[in-house]
Nanobody, 130 residues
Framework: EVQLVESGGGLVQAGGSLRLSCAASGFTFDDYDIGWFRQAPGKEREGVSCISTSDGSTYYLDSVKGRFTISSDNAKNTVYLQMNSLKPEDTAVYYC???????????????????????WGQGTQVTVSS
């Protein structure tokens, strides 16, 4: 059974940091792209970052570049999102997702598209206070 389990969310003051974890199981980890998405109340779900677990290439939403870093520990089937210099506008439920580029296609522009991903975690709440 495919499972993605997020952890690490919480409440943090603006300027603080959190590290989110996504533990994956039930599929061939190295074959998949793992993405982080977020959704604030009343807003569309947006792609935040993505990593190719096969070659380590990474992609970021413009608004988080320089603040967030995605990484993968393939031995643990776990992807992390280190979030620094957090802002109130980062407040959202954060989801990890897995997508198989063999079916979604290789196009870089699609790496942060919801449609690219096949499996989703339950989400973890990140709240940044001002």
């Amino acid at each position: 059974e495919v499972q993605l389990v997020e952890s690490g969310g919480g409440l943090v003051q603006a300027g603080g940091s959190l590290r989110l974890s996504c533990a994956a199981s039930g599929f061939t980890f190295d074959d998949y792209d793992i993405g982080w998405f977020r959704q604030a109340p009343g807003k569309e779900r947006e792609g935040v970052s993505c990593i190719s677990t096969s070659d380590g290439s990474t992609y970021y939403l413009d608004s988080v570049k320089g603040r967030f870093t995605i990484s993968s520990d393939n031995a643990k089937n776990t992807v992390y999102l280190q979030m620094n210099s957090l802002k109130p506008e980062d407040t959202a439920v954060y989801y990890c997702a897995a997508g198989d580029p063999a079916t979604s296609g290789p196009w870089i522009v699609k790496k942060l598209w919801v449609e690219t991903y096949d499996y989703w975690g339950q989400g973890t709440q990140v709240t940044v206070s001002s």
